[in-house]
């Protein structure tokens, strides 16, 4: 395989009583928790100066389920790119020389490696993807002071027509449940930061299932339960159904338990959400790690302290669709299966990329 470097180029089953008695329970902590949004609750702990040196390999590999060959498929790769939470200093794309690839943008500013497979035959497998050295800074945090917050009036016209608009099928925000619910968390709150967090500690107290589906925000209301996409996409429907800005956040995240060996392997990849609160501009919020029956607050304000951000934007993308870590066309007629491969380094000299 030939490297092509890209143009500067995610208790047990219970009985009736005990179920009823924990959610009695869950309500409980609901109203306690909600309406309280301290300053000292969110205070980020001192910075450090602490940071990790990875090297990161993603293989995503397509397969013709199909006996007929299948022309000109196309697949979407987003570009990470510097962050406060991460300085990539390398980037190299992994091609076949036949495969042609540009660098495309789509509306949120993403980033994405445009791809072109030429021809894969029948049931021929084919691989693309990239390598990266990364340097993550997993303490960083931004500090909130929910006095400091502004209003809606002082976020910028442009974020808020672009990211508290509908999607159906993901926030659906004309779901009279989805519009109940918001109004219902957001009534007691002026404080912009209140709101969210009352919606960030109802969403908390759901239960994680991840079935391999993205069911839309009012069947995951219901349900109470879903998966890190399906925890965003309720929490960011929340926020917009009261008109606050959010996006999504995801990327890949190594999972390595104390005293395992490397390299360590991703196949699950994890997707959060971001809200835009004045002065602070994009927040991160992680309800899917802050879930539970006393649901925490420690990434508020914190993104995973594990995790290789690919992707940022709202739900649509022109060329990732609702995708986070990459996408394909033809999808019916292929396969994929996609891998990272984490290594630990050391890092690079700091000037980078």
């Not at 389920?65 to 990470?80: C, F």
């Not at 990266?132 to 931004?142: E, S």
Request: net charge positive; aromatic share 10%; proline share 8%.
């Amino acid at each position: 395989m030939e490297r092509v470097t890209a143009p500067n180029v995610e208790p047990q089953p219970a009985g009736r009583y005990n179920r009823a008695m924990a959610n009695a329970f869950r309500l409980c902590i609901l109203l306690l928790t909600v309406p309280v949004c301290s300053a000292a609750s969110l205070e980020a702990a001192p910075p450090t100066d602490k940071t990790h040196a990875y090297h990161v390999r993603c293989r995503y590999q397509l397969t013709n389920r199909t006996d007929a060959e299948l022309k000109n498929v196309r697949v979407h790769i987003p570009i990470p790119k510097d962050c406060p939470y991460q300085t990539i200093q390398t980037f190299e794309m992994l091609l076949k020389s036949a495969y042609e690839a540009n660098e495309v943008t789509d509306e949120y500013g993403q980033k994405i490696c445009r791809i072109t497979l030429p021809r894969i035959g029948p049931r021929e497998s084919v691989e693309v993807g990239f390598r990266c050295d990364v340097i993550i800074r997993p303490d960083h945090r931004i500090p909130l002071d929910r006095k400091r917050v502004g209003t809606l009036t002082d976020i910028p016209k442009a974020i808020r027509e672009q990211y508290t608009t509908n999607l159906k099928y993901v926030y659906d925000l004309e779901s009279p449940e989805i519009k109940k619910t918001a109004a219902k968390l957001a009534e007691p709150h002026r404080n912009l930061l209140d709101r969210v967090m009352a919606f960030h500690d109802f969403v908390a107290l759901m239960t994680y299932k991840r079935d391999g589906r993205w069911d839309p925000a009012s069947t995951v209301l219901r349900r109470k339960n879903g998966s890190c996409s399906e925890f965003s996409y309720l929490f960011c429907a929340l926020c917009r159904a009261v008109k606050i800005p959010t996006r999504f956040a995801g990327g890949t995240c190594f999972r390595r338990k104390l005293g395992a060996s490397w390299p360590v392997i991703d196949t699950v990849y994890h997707r959060w959400a971001e809200v835009y609160l004045p002065p602070y501009g994009w927040v991160p919020f992680d309800v899917t790690r802050d879930r539970g029956l006393l649901p925490k607050r420690t990434y508020v304000g914190a993104g995973p302290k594990n995790a290789l951000i690919l992707s940022r934007g709202g739900a649509g993308s022109r060329y990732l669709s609702n995708h986070y870590i990459g996408s394909n066309t033809q999808a019916l007629s292929l396969s994929r299966k996609r891998t990272f491969t984490w290594s630990p380094r050391q890092p690079l000299p700091s000037a980078g990329r």
